[in-house]
């Protein structure tokens, strides 16, 4: 889908839901490497406030990782492209993959990263994400491996595609699903809603927004079903920003 069209001024009725990494933030060489600065903060504690709380953060990191970084926001958060989701009022929602399916995947993998060591495997508890952002003539060879472990999973398991890193996830449980959640709840429920995300793993959110008659905003270049289009990190915190002129 081709896609040039600026997301439309923001109104008050509307909810938020925000990708973290290569939306709020850009994307650095290990997940680690991310600065979080205190210009975001500022800005999504102001959206915060000005649309009454009505603001999540979707990623793909697990919750305890975004708590270290953003936790002093206070924002409800979905973690792990949904599979950890904690709500407006502090409770948290889990689903969660049999630990011994984990560690038998987790076995398999050991031997491939000591052969290669520019692969990088995130355990984030509910999921393991294999990153080759540091060695990436080996996407094929990522990408193939991970595949075969999902398919030896008997339909438990499925593969969530990313910016150079691919990630074996319980099947049935995205972005989307958790955003679906977010709108069944207040402070959310009624308010139109509006994602941004940048990789292949907010397809789902847009999805989701799109059968809500949402504002669904791809940051960056490819492929998408979102219906709007933003640049890049800098260009979503101007919107942001834009937003709140016109909430305030």
Same mark, same amino acid.
């Given at each position: 889908?081709?896609?040039?069209?600026?997301?439309?001024?923001a109104? $008050?009725?509307?909810g938020y839901?925000?990708?973290?990494?290569?939306?709020?933030?850009?994307i650095?060489?290990?997940?680690? +490497?991310?600065?979080?600065?205190?210009?975001?903060?500022?800005?999504i504690?102001?959206l915060?406030?000005?649309?009454?709380?009505a603001?999540a953060?979707?990623?793909?990191?697990?919750?305890?990782?975004?708590?270290?970084?953003?936790?002093?926001?206070r924002?409800?958060?979905a973690?792990?492209h949904?599979l950890?989701?904690r709500?407006?009022?502090?409770r948290?929602w889990?689903?969660?993959?049999p630990p011994?399916a984990?560690?038998?995947?987790?076995?398999?993998l050991?031997?491939?990263?000591?052969?290669?060591?520019?692969?990088?495997?995130?355990?984030?508890?509910?999921?393991?994400?294999?990153?080759?952002?540091?060695?990436p003539?080996?996407?094929?060879?990522?990408h193939r491996?991970m595949?075969?472990?999902?398919?030896?999973?008997?339909?438990?398991?499925?593969?969530?595609k +990313?910016?150079?890193?691919?990630?074996?996830?319980p099947?049935?449980?995205?972005?989307?699903?958790?955003?679906?959640?977010?709108?069944?709840e $207040?402070?959310?429920?009624?308010?139109?809603a509006?994602?941004? +995300?940048?990789?292949?793993n907010?397809?789902?959110?847009?999805?989701?927004?799109?059968r809500?008659?949402?504002?669904s905003?791809?940051?960056?270049p490819?492929?998408?079903?979102?219906?709007?289009?933003? $640049?890049?990190?800098?260009?979503?915190?101007?919107w942001?920003? +834009?937003?709140?002129?016109?909430?305030t």
């Amino acid at each position: 889908m081709r896609l040039s069209r600026h997301p439309p001024a923001a109104e $008050a009725s509307w909810g938020y839901f925000l990708d973290v990494d290569g939306t709020l933030l850009d994307i650095a060489e290990t997940p680690g +490497g991310v600065h979080v600065d205190a210009a975001l903060l500022e800005l999504i504690g102001r959206l915060r406030q000005a649309s009454e709380g009505a603001v999540a953060l979707i990623s793909g990191r697990a919750l305890s990782d975004l708590d270290v970084r953003l936790g002093a926001l206070r924002l409800p958060m979905a973690g792990q492209h949904g599979l950890e989701r904690r709500d407006v009022g502090g409770r948290l929602w889990l689903h969660a993959p049999p630990p011994e399916a984990k560690c038998a995947l987790k076995n398999a993998l050991m031997p491939v990263l000591e052969r290669h060591p520019g692969l990088l495997l995130e355990d984030k508890g509910l999921t393991l994400a294999l990153h080759y952002r540091r060695a990436p003539k080996l996407a094929g060879y990522a990408h193939r491996l991970m595949a075969q472990l999902a398919a030896g999973a008997g339909g438990r398991l499925e593969l969530q595609k +990313g910016k150079r890193v691919v990630e074996l996830k319980p099947a049935g449980i995205d972005k989307g699903t958790a955003i679906g959640e977010y709108l069944a709840e $207040a402070p959310f429920r009624g308010r139109r809603a509006v994602f941004i +995300g940048d990789d292949a793993n907010d397809e789902h959110g847009f999805a989701e927004i799109n059968r809500a008659n949402g504002v669904s905003i791809k940051v960056g270049p490819g492929r998408t079903c979102a219906r709007y289009r933003l $640049a890049n990190v800098a260009a979503v915190r101007k919107w942001l920003a +834009g937003a709140l002129t016109e909430l305030t």
